[in-house]
């Protein structure tokens, strides 16, 4: 019989590969003579003296390396992007750094997806820069999922700490991604424009990888260098509709207060009127781009494969698991006659609500959502050869689950027996949010460390055909 795990762990990786940073930007920025092109722009060396670059993100240090060696010895290079820690550390050759001249700033410790204070020093770091640029600087941004965390300049009316509370409050009560970055925006001196509204180089070029579904320029990363159409009464509304017994610091509601009442005293400016250096944004690579590569690879490994990638936020992950479960299921079942070796492959990112502090074990999204699935998979009496049959995988494309070593988790009949034999009762591990645990004790972890990219989450369900 086809190992599916491995098929399934293979065709993931697929994916991931797909979407690595470095070779992303390296593909993307050529230089051709005197020219620098970025995707269908262009521009002169002559019209320059130098290539500033900032930015921030998981990805970022393979962005950088990326940007580095595709701009050689094009113009001189100098810059700084916060990144997680452990990642900073740049390969050496030939006595040459790959990331040049750039620093790779710690931003937060590794494995934290939460603002720190060390991104704070590298985010002011970033403003001085961008601030202090000439009209012959070329300013190049790279922006990766993370970068909210990564780069945090909280507003003048609340402290890192409020900011922090923000953001653990609303994550843990199961806000997306679009209601998260349109509170961190208005909390923030950087994100919603920020960067592009202190930059004064001649001209500002953004290289995104995209961490939010649908590709919203403003929402990735929290849009440091894209005009925020969002406004403070919406970062409002957001609190008001999670913080119902009102948990949060004061000074957090007093500081939108100030931006709304700001905004009522003041003409109402269109983004079109802002005045802005020149600026450019592209998106290199997103979950769309994973899951087409992950299905060209199920192909070639003899799958019949049917792909889909977000577009929206999907919900719950307790949701999303017991729907692809049921997918799998009908898979499974399926005339044999019309199906030989099947996989589905989808592309998003769900929500987690935490279970009380008292309670909580550890996991992720994605360790959630497999877990769901094989509690709806125990619950549709599936016989011991169609547990033989069906693997399901799903994993982080930067490497992180939650607050853990996992990308995410695997379930197959070994993972099964496993739970089986030991008595493991799912629903007890899903209801404290405990699913790291489940499956490091069934051996259904998939671990593969920090992969330097980061667009959402990618699932792999691969069907047997049965005798």
Request: charged fraction near 20%.
């Amino acid at each position: 019989m086809t190992n599916l795990r491995q098929d399934a762990v293979e065709i993931w990786n697929a994916g991931v590969d797909a979407v690595r940073a470095e070779g992303l930007v390296r593909r993307e920025v050529i230089v051709d003579g005197d020219r620098l092109i970025i995707g269908a722009q262009q521009w002169k060396r002559c019209d320059f003296d130098r290539v500033l670059v900032v930015g921030a993100g998981k990805a970022g240090a393979a962005m950088t390396r990326g940007l580095i060696a595709s701009l050689g010895d094009w113009l001189p290079v100098s810059g700084w992007v916060n990144v997680p820690a452990g990642t900073e550390v740049s390969k050496i050759i030939d006595g040459k750094s790959l990331a040049g001249n750039v620093r790779l700033h710690p931003a937060r410790p590794a494995g934290i997806n939460e603002p720190a204070a060390e991104g704070v020093i590298g985010t002011e770091q970033i403003i001085q820069k961008v601030s202090n640029a000439g009209k012959r600087d070329l300013c190049i941004a790279l922006i990766s999922g993370g970068g909210s965390a990564l780069m945090p300049a909280p507003h003048f009316k609340i402290s890192l700490a409020d900011k922090l509370k923000v953001t653990r409050f609303l994550s843990g009560a199961g806000a997306d991604i679009t209601e998260l970055n349109t509170v961190r925006k208005h909390l923030s001196r950087i994100k919603g424009g920020g960067l592009l509204m202190a930059c004064q180089a001649a001209e500002l070029i953004t290289l995104v990888l995209s961490d939010v579904l649908g590709d919203p320029l403003d929402l990735i990363a929290s849009g440091p260098t894209v005009i925020d159409s969002s406004t403070p009464d919406q970062a409002l509304v957001v609190l008001e509709t999670y913080d119902l017994e009102k948990c949060l610091p004061e000074s957090v509601y007093r500081a939108l207060r100030f931006e709304i009442n700001n905004s009522k005293r003041e003409p109402q400016v269109q983004a079109k009127d802002v005045e802005v250096c020149r600026h450019t944004t592209l998106v290199i690579g997103n979950n769309a781009v994973a899951v087409d590569e992950a299905g060209i690879v199920a192909e070639r490994r003899g799958y019949n494969h049917v792909m889909q990638s977000a577009r929206q936020s999907e919900g719950a992950a307790e949701d999303v698991g017991r729907r692809l479960a049921e997918m799998a299921i009908h898979m499974l079942r399926a005339e044999t006659v019309t199906h030989h070796n099947d996989c589905l492959i989808t592309g998003g990112e769900p929500t987690v609500k935490l279970a009380p502090e008292a309670i909580r074990g550890l996991g992720g999204r994605n360790q959630q959502l497999i877990l769901s699935a094989y509690q709806t998979l125990l619950a549709s009496d599936l016989s011991e050869r169609e547990w033989q049959s069906l693997c399901l995988l799903s994993g982080g494309t930067d490497g992180e689950d939650g607050p853990t070593d996992a990308a995410g988790a695997i379930l197959d009949d070994q993972v099964h027996q496993s739970a089986q034999r030991q008595q493991l009762n799912p629903e007890e591990f899903l209801d404290r949010n405990d699913a790291y645990h489940f499956f490091q004790r069934t051996g259904g972890l998939l671990k593969t460390g920090p992969t330097g990219t980061n667009v959402c989450d990618v699932r792999v369900v691969v069907v047997a055909p049965l005798a």
